[in-house]
């Protein structure tokens, strides 16, 4: 008797819970429309993607795979990266008339250990990301590390936020690397800090091929 009656009571228990989750998502769902409903704007978006954290690199190239999924033309700058062969670099060279890729850094900065031809390095870099982000034919223009090149003072950085401002209208640019400027979050309009709780080299563990190379 008791059970039966834990029985009824349990199964009422879990017709009320799904009544008010009903109820939420009805009010969520509304939000939600109506907030879709008022997003009625198309333009090209300016993304940064920065912090401590991993995962900002490998968020654009995310992007990139969506917009070759789409048709879209994609320009690729690497601005640190390249003492290395990385994963993506040979995946995406091999959609040559999609993706232009260029890989322009000479590695991290405690590596080359010379500023000067660190600056150098990177603007040209920067040039051959200025012819990108002047031609329309461009749809998404990824800068890979811009932001460490920002933060070292080797591409001046009223030339970048100029270079954005005049891009083309509908053309999509994404930004990765830690420590990006405050001028250059308020001009975009998406950013997202990746924050690091725990990482596998800490434990010594060297980086993956597949997973970070």
Do not use: C
Request: proline share 1%.
């Amino acid at each position: 008797m008791l059970s039966h009656r834990l029985n009824i009571e349990t199964e009422m228990s879990d017709q009320d819970k799904n009544q008010r989750h009903n109820q939420r998502m009805q009010r969520k769902k509304a939000v939600v429309d109506a907030a879709v409903a008022r997003a009625d704007k198309d333009k090209g978006l300016i993304l940064v993607n920065t912090g401590n954290g991993k995962g900002k690199s490998s968020a654009g190239f995310g992007v990139v795979a969506r917009a070759l999924g789409h048709h879209m033309n994609v320009a690729v700058i690497q601005f640190i990266k390249g003492s290395f062969s990385t994963g993506e670099e040979d995946f995406f060279r091999r959609f040559p008339d999609e993706v232009e890729y260029h890989v322009m850094g000479e590695g991290f900065t405690w590596d080359t250990q010379n500023r000067q031809r660190d600056i150098a390095t990177a603007m040209a870099a920067w040039e051959k990301a200025e012819s990108f982000l002047s031609n329309s034919e461009f749809d998404l223009v990824l800068l890979d590390e811009l932001n460490i090149a920002l933060k070292y003072d080797y591409i001046p950085l009223e030339r970048v936020l100029t270079a954005l401002h005049n891009k083309p209208e509908m053309q999509h640019v994404i930004i990765t690397g830690r420590g990006a400027k405050n001028e250059l979050i308020e001009i975009a309009d998406t950013v997202t800090e990746m924050r690091e709780i725990k990482h596998a080299y800490k434990a010594g563990i060297r980086a993956q091929k597949g997973v970070e190379l």
